[in-house]
């Protein structure tokens, strides 16, 4: 926060009034190979007790020998009955965190079940399948990892990692990181809503939020922009890179959408037309290149702590390196420009 305190200060930084918003992920201080899947698990339990049984039976009948190589049954007993328990806490965790995850899907789920009722009821044939309600049991692929719980299995440039999700909030002026924060959440889906509230008090409510199509949720829409909140632009689909012909022709905006529309509908709209696009346009050539700087001049690319708490600690000293980095250019740049002001004078 004292480094845009500083920024304002100095006049390198006026009100913010248009932030881009994304994520990226970064490897967790952690390895994909120590995490354990909720159906790995429960085998790996059924195994281990059965071998328990096994030296039990062991330890009780006539033959008491030691076991090849000097090993004693107590410690092999013991051994596998703390991986036991190691075990039987990851799928307790596994089984609360999918809770959540579960609760909110059972209202989407009768959310949808009951607008496709009300379609049939208007003589209308409801479109795409028909919608499951979500399992009571995790889905067997959910993991926990060992080294560090809060991290998860997330898929990057690279494929699948273990890692944080980490978010930043750009001002699309002075290209200063004004919010951060860091996710344990595999996609953006969720993110927008908070992101924002992580913006330094110094500097204001912003006029309009940019986001890629991996931010586009209803709900989060809907909840930025109420209270005459900021004007949000997030892609409802996604785009493909570069500009296609048509979109180098130029073209009338759309008819504006009904009061009755959609927020999605209003959305896509919103997008369509020229003053959207080039809002929108500014997305890309704003948080994109700050992520670029933190990961390649920076060389951040890998927490050095473990736990949601302490990396969104290193995320923030690592966003704060990189806005004084920023400031530092951006006040030669405001020097220059005040010397060719009196110059020119």
């Known amino acids: 926060m004292e480094v845009l305190l500083l920024a304002r200060e100095t006049g390198c930084v006026k009100k913010v009034g248009m932030v881009a918003?994304?994520?990226?992920?970064?490897?967790?201080?952690?390895?994909?190979?120590?995490?354990?899947?909720?159906?790995?698990?429960?085998?790996?339990?059924?195994?281990?007790k059965a071998e328990v049984a096994k030296l039990v039976a062991k330890a009780e009948g006539a033959d008491r020998q030691g076991l090849d190589d000097g090993l004693s049954l107590p410690e092999e007993m013991a051994r596998r009955e703390d991986r036991i328990q190691r075990l039987e806490e990851a799928r307790r965790i596994i089984r609360e965190r999918y809770e959540a995850d579960r609760k909110r899907q059972e209202a989407d789920y009768e959310?949808?079940?009951?607008?496709?009722?009300a379609q049939r009821q208007a003589g209308k044939k409801p479109r795409g399948r028909e919608p499951k309600a979500p399992s009571q049991e995790p889905p067997a692929n959910k993991q926990y990892n060992f080294t560090d719980p809060q991290s998860h299995i997330m898929k990057d440039g690279d494929g699948f990692v273990q890692a944080h999700n980490a978010q930043a909030v750009v001002d699309t002026d002075s290209l200063l990181i004004v919010g951060q924060r860091v996710s344990g959440e595999p996609n953006d889906k969720k993110e927008l809503k908070a992101d924002l509230q992580s913006m330094a008090p110094v500097c204001g409510a912003p006029e309009a939020v940019l986001a890629d199509s991996g931010f586009y949720s209803e709900e989060q829409v809907q909840e930025v922009q109420k209270d005459d909140g900021p004007c949000v632009y997030v892609a409802v689909d996604k785009t493909h890179h570069g500009r296609s012909v048509e979109d180098l022709q130029a073209r009338e905006d759309p008819p504006a959408p009904t009061p009755e529309a959609s927020v999605t509908e209003t959305m896509r709209h919103r997008l369509a037309t020229k003053a959207g696009r080039k809002l929108y346009g500014l997305r890309k050539q704003t948080v994109e290149p700050v992520f670029g700087i933190i990961k390649e001049v920076l060389g951040f690319r890998r927490f050095s702590m473990r736990g949601r708490h302490?990396?969104?600690?290193?995320?923030?000293?690592?966003c704060t390196a990189y806005n004084l980095k920023r400031l530092f250019n951006l006040q030669a740049a405001h020097a220059i420009g005040q010397a060719t002001t009196a110059a020119n004078g």
């Open 111 to 117: 959310a949808l079940k009951a607008k496709r009722e």
């Open 21 to 48: 918003v994304d994520g990226t992920k970064v490897k967790a201080n952690a390895s994909k190979h120590a995490a354990v899947s909720y159906q790995r698990a429960g085998e790996q339990i059924e195994f281990l």
């Open 310 to 318: 302490k990396a969104e600690l290193e995320w923030c000293l690592v």
